[in-house]
């Protein structure tokens, strides 16, 4: 019984880690903005006043979250719900304007108006568009467009998709509500200025303003399940109790508390909160059914951990060595860049003077192993441009390291039995 | 058959004289108001029935039902509308406005499963206004109306009816208490001329023979609409659907019963004057195996229908052809001129039909040769050579514009819809339009809510305040030009929001006034707007679609227009071209010619060019496009702060929503920035929404403390407030950039650099250094909100960085943080 129980509940937390529906109060102090935004749409829909709006704000921090719950407010309202129609448009789907315009007219449902006819051409929809769009007056039904990832619309050709949403917003035709959605402040100058003219310049900004006390508030709200939230049956209830006591408990855990910290000092969002959680929540089990503070570190290991160290784990230790040599050579030549010869003498003078268990590497051999370093991007050609390296024979090729002593040392630390005179050698350049 | 077409200065015209004497019924619902239910019991379920018609518009679709009777619900007024077989309609027009079409309903079908698809066919009427005053006859009786005896569509919505209204073939009684409208028809007009059906009938006083005759005119005239529409009256009448209709019941009947006496009698004379239009049905049927694709409105198959007719009325000899056979070669080149679009249009559709290709490539280059030696024709017209033809011909010689007297509904719709005007284009085609709202607007009832829709953009003001001088420049300019009959060029830049359009749109509105009242030329208008435009060559297209109606390629279009700007004898064009750079190409050969037209001798083409930049003619144009355009230029500056004051007050006036001081406040603060007026109202009304929302305030208007909320909205950068409200790591971040900045004296670093400063400043304030995975994730934040610049490209710790915000700036955002 206990079972179906945890999977209603993990089901619930795992809708909320995934970004559907992330529980409400989280987003209290977006309070004012929410009512600024509103209180726009209102005027829209009631009084068919057009306008637009951008929403700023640094990457989840809540923007799309406070959108969809300003228009499903919106909704709530019958008289509104019958009369607005929103279009939807995401910069990362509707890469140019002649999707996106294929995208509103689909929205709009007006192929109806068309029957079964197929558009030829670009210029055809964009004029079937305008016709549609501009033919109405403040009688028509208001439109609602939502454009995520505005900035990405600034990138069309010649910004031919919002020059007419916003000239149109101007013009007293349609009413509309041209709503942009992006985490760039610098959007304001991506507009062309005929573009930014007809733009109403309403901007509201969003960001983070937790504690981190209200952080640890949230990663509460996160995982706690509301009783009210599902069918008050008894066991239900004696489940959630359980549960959320459970909660209650991680988030005084200090180990948790740690883990909590170092994300939060990192970002203030919620995206790297639900990754955290997105683990330990999926490794819930009849056998595992609460979660521990070692699941949370589980998660943050992975989440925390180093690509780059990681990827020297899966290395030979005659690459390995090579590393050790190029970033030997970074550091006596302060970061300027080496070639192959350079570190395949800095390795033979290893190998030859030092080390006894490495044998005696062909040439051939140390290029095949320095070539898929490069392979794996631990190092690359010096140059920015690229012009002119491609003619340079390889061996000779300036090359600069991409893995930071920090990181070499924490794989050298891990590398599971690495010679010890490989680990000494990496720790002092001195041969 | 529709051989002339009508420019649409023609149609204008023909709309004035409408406007001066229609009478008008009840006011138009919009079309989507009505919805339209039919009673089931009218179906006709008749096996035979169906069968008949099914076969005569070649389509064995189930779906396919046929109605005696349908009833018409308005949605808003819930009235019903009883629509039976032979009734007859009136039919809005496609425009919208109060134009109707009288027609009398001869079948209804609905062709698929919605109600949506339920179409009539109808057979047209025209009104007296319809027809230009040197047509009509001298006696008019009153609702005199004229049934159309050239080819017209005859398939429209349902919903497209109006209300109902008889068609009497008796001069009008006394009978004025009927609620229905009542027509009479006594005779018949091809576009060309009318047939007095009195006068075969000897005026006899009860006219089904003649009504018959009429009808037979059709019927011989549309035996390939028959094929291809499935919609012709007789198609209908001769399956006997009608015999359910009230008032036209005796009428049909009588057609019916003498259709075939009087069918070889009127023959001949009627089939001289339409000679290329007309042939049998059977011969159609030889010619043209026409395939009809189960929905009729298919597009290919329509375009194949063309073909086919084109095909047919040109290549095959007419049934009777020794009677006329030089008039025919001339017509059909009259006809082809005014089509000269039509041979490419079928080279196009050739390719979707199913006809053989070979048969019609001879047929086009038959057209083509027509078409070329089309304007020696025609011009040995105009000047009157050749007066041997027949009395119609010769009417049409003595008409000083060719097609003018063209006023069919049909051929107007269809000038509008395509060139190939002898696609038979269905009234089903709605513009597409929103849905009107479904709630009722709500009016600005508060002081503030008043205030912010006279400050809103869209709101017109009475007068444009500011600009007096600019619009008189425009206006005299223009006036000038089309009163003189001349062309010319005119370019007006200024930066965006200082009126530029706006002017032009007052200019223009006086100018109509000025048309109306003070007998100024009529004038086209035609706009294009390079925004709209997904390429420069589609200008050619938008600007022939508004001046005739016709749709073309773009290069195709750009030969029409040159076309069209050398004949002589046009009304003068005002062509108005806004967002003229976007018009640039590398050729500039679009720029070219929308500047090279009015240089033509007959063109009588003004352009008035639009754009941001003072120094585009010298920047960007070729000398020779420049030099087109000319020297007329007009500077819109930017508003001073005085300009931008005077225009908030204006919009306020009355209303006391707004202090002196912060109208000044906001004129000042625009007029510093940018003298944009769209800005400035901007301001103004987000200053009101505030103002409203704070409770604080007693006052009743807005006040200086708004407006500054207001401005710092719009003007003041969030970059601080974003850096403030950034994480730990974040903030560390920046200072170890400008460390980095400060240790290098560069204003660039690489991002290895910059993490060795983070690792040790976070030592510094006592936080385990995060790795570097985690510290790049840092960067891509601050990069992804453009704080930092991070150049793109897989660099990884060697990709340079640059602060996207000031070193002063990022220092004082973190001030407290490092206090």
Partial sequence: MTGTLLVQAQDIVKRRLCGNSLPVQLFSNLQSAETDIYNLLKRTVEYAESNSLLIIGPKSCGKSTLIKKVVSRVKKNENAAKNLLVVNLNGYMQTDDRIALDEITRQLQLENTIGDKVFGSFAETLSFLLQALRTGSNESQPILFLLEEFDLFAQHKNQTLLYNLFDIAQAGLTPLAVIGVTCRIDVMELLEKRVKSRFSHRQIFICNTWTFKEYVGAFKDCLQIKVEEKKKKAKWKIFLAKWNKNIDMLSEDLTVLEILEKQFLISQGLSGLQKLLMYPVWLLSNQHPLITPADIEESAKSLFADSKANILHGVSVLELCLIISMNHLMIIHDNQPFNFHMVYNEFLKFSQKKSHILHNYSKAVVLKAFEHLIELELLKTRDHSGIGISKIQKEYQPMVLLVENSQLLEAIGKYPGCPTDVKQWAQSSIV | ?819
């Fill in chain 2, 1 to 819: 058959m529709s051989t002339v077409r009508k420019s649409s200065r023609n149609k204008e015209q023909v709309k004035k004289e409408t406007a001066a004497q229609k009478t008008q019924p009840a006011a138009f619902d919009e079309e989507s108001d009505v919805v339209y239910s039919w009673e089931k019991s009218s179906e006709i379920t008749n096996s035979h029935e169906i069968k008949k018609f099914k076969s005569l518009i070649n389509t064995d679709s189930k779906s396919l039902r046929l109605y005696r009777t349908i009833v018409l619900t308005n949605l808003d007024t819930s009235a019903h509308l009883k629509v039976s077989v032979g009734d007859g309609v009136h039919i809005a027009s496609e425009d919208g406005d109060n134009d109707f079409y009288i027609a009398r309903v001869e079948a209804m079908y609905a062709s698929g499963p919605k109600s949506s698809d339920m179409s009539a066919i109808v057979s047209w009427y025209f009104k007296a206004s319809e027809i230009p005053k040197s047509k009509l006859p001298k006696q008019l009786l009153p609702n005199e109306v004229f049934l159309c005896t050239a080819k017209a569509e005859m398939d429209v919505d349902a919903e497209t009816i109006i209300n109902k209204c008889h068609i009497s073939n008796t001069p009008m009684q006394q009978n004025d208490e009927k609620t229905e409208k009542i027509y009479f028809c006594g005779k018949s007009f091809d576009g060309k001329r009318f047939k007095n059906i009195k006068e075969a009938q000897s005026g006899s006083p009860a006219p089904p023979p003649e009504k018959k005759e009429t009808r037979r005119e059709i019927l011989k005239k549309s035996d390939y609409v028959v094929k291809t529409t499935m919609t012709s009256p007789v198609s209908a009448s001769s399956v006997g659907m009608f015999d359910v209709s009230s008032a036209a019941m005796d009428i049909l009947h009588n057609d019916d019963d003498s259709d075939a006496a009087s069918f070889s009698d009127e023959e001949n004379e009627l089939e001289k004057p339409q000679l290329p239009t007309m042939m049998k049905s059977d011969e159609v049927k030889d010619v043209a195996p026409l395939k009809v694709d189960k929905r009729s409105l298919n597009v290919l198959s329509k375009k194949t229908l063309v073909v086919t007719m084109r095909k047919m009325n040109l290549a095959t000899p007419p049934p009777d052809k020794e009677n006329q056979p030089p008039d025919m070669v001339r017509r059909s080149s009259r006809l082809s001129d005014k089509k000269l679009v039509l041979p490419v249009k079928i080279q196009q559709t050739a390719k979707l039909s199913d006809y053989d290709s070979d048969d019609l490539s001879d047929d086009l280059n038959d057209i083509d040769a027509v078409s070329e030696s089309s304007d020696d024709v025609t011009s040995e017209d105009d000047n009157g050579d050749d007066v041997t033809d027949e009395e119609s011909d010769e009417r049409l010689a003595k008409r000083p514009k060719r097609g003018k007297n063209m006023t069919s509904k049909a051929r107007q719709l269809r000038q509008r819809n395509d060139v190939t005007s002898f696609v038979t284009k269905t009234r089903k085609k709605r513009s597409p339009h929103i849905q009107p709202r479904k709630t009722p607007l709500k009016a600005a009832s508060s002081r503030f809510e008043k205030a912010r829709e006279n400050l809103h953009v869209s709101a017109v003001p009475d007068a444009l305040p500011c600009r007096e001088n600019e619009f008189q420049t425009i206006y005299s300019f223009i006036e000038g030009k089309i009163s003189s009959g001349t062309g010319g060029c005119m370019y007006i830049s200024g930066v965006p929001g200082t009126g530029k359009t706006a002017t032009m749109t007052e200019v223009l509105s006086s100018l109509q006034r000025a048309v109306d009242d003070d007998g100024l030329e009529a004038f086209d208008y035609v706009e294009i707007n390079g925004m709209r435009l997904t390429e420069p060559h589609q200008a050619y297209v938008s600007i022939l679609k508004q001046l005739t109606g016709t749709k073309a390629t773009a290069d195709h279009a750009a030969q029409l227009l040159t076309k069209h700007f050398n004949q002589r004898g046009k009304k003068t064009t005002l062509l108005v071209v806004d967002e003229l750079d976007l018009l640039w190409t590398k050729k500039q050969d679009v720029m070219y010619h929308i500047f090279d037209w009015p240089s033509h001798r007959h063109a009588r083409l003004i352009v008035v060019a639009i754009a941001n930049t003072m120094d585009l003619p010298e920047r960007l144009m070729m000398n020779r496009v420049s030099s087109r355009l000319g020297l007329t230029r007009l500077s819109f500056l930017p508003y001073t702060f005085k300009q931008l004051q005077e225009i908030i007050t204006t919009r306020l006036r009355g209303l006391e929503a707004f202090d002196a001081d912060a109208v000044q406040l906001v004129a000042r603060k625009v007029a510093a920035v940018s003298g944009d007026a769209r800005r400035c109202l901007d301001v103004c009304r987000r200053a009101i929404e505030i103002a409203e929302k704070d409770k604080r305030s007693t006052k009743a208007s807005a006040s200086i403390e708004h407006v500054h909320t207001s401005l710092q909205e719009m003007f003041a950068s969030p970059m601080v407030k974003l850096i403030r409200h950034s994480s730990t790591h974040e903030k560390i971040f920046l200072r170890s950039v400008v460390a980095e900045f400060r240790r290098s004296g560069l204003e660039e670093a690489t991002v290895g650099l910059v993490l060795q400063h983070h690792v040790a400043l976070a030592k510094l304030e006592g936080l385990p250094p995060p790795n570097v995975t985690s510290l790049i994730k840092v960067c891509n934040q601050l990069a992804a909100s453009r704080v930092v610049l991070l150049e793109t490209g897989r660099h990884d710790i060697y990709a340079r960085i640059r602060l996207n915000v000031s070193v002063d700036d990022v220092l004082f955002a973190l001030s407290d943080y490092a206090s």
